[in-house]
């Protein structure tokens, strides 16, 4: 089916990642950073006068997201919702890349064709939680996802990731 175009709202994307097996899950999720590849600029006119421009550096692209705080059990279907707490807990701090998947639903749930973007996992490339925070006032968590030093960088599409 073609997705809808046009503009959209927040209530229609879905974030996945993988879990301690890599096998992908849903999270709920109220927050999100902005998602794309960010490269740090240096300015070089400082070097010579007559050098005037920017050096872009090494690109990067972390994500912080954050939702609430749920217990439940990990969700094998890919649209159930899998409890955050439970999927984020064996990640933090561990090395093994995860692939990370946001869809982008138009005015709808994701469709097939749905704007995407993320990174499959290999064992050279994806994303590492770096910080996991939980707030017991608000019982809400924060987590903060990097790409794991070389890897290949995520992308934009419409095909979800494995």
Known sequence: MTSLTGRTTYKHLLFFIGDSANTLRSLPIDSL?????????????????????????????????????DTSAAVSTATGLSGSHTVLVPLVGSETPRTVDIRFGIRAAPEADSPQFGISQSATSGYIVTSYEIDPKAMTFKARAVLIPGSALPAFGNTAET
Do not use: H, I, N
Request: charged fraction near 25%; hydrophobic fraction near 40%; proline fraction near 11%.
């Open 33 to 69: 950073s902005a998602v794309g590849l960010k490269y740090d600029e240096q300015e070089l006119t400082a070097w010579q006068d007559a050098v005037k421009g920017r050096l872009p550096t090494m690109p990067d692209a972390p994500l912080e997201f954050g939702g609430p705080l």
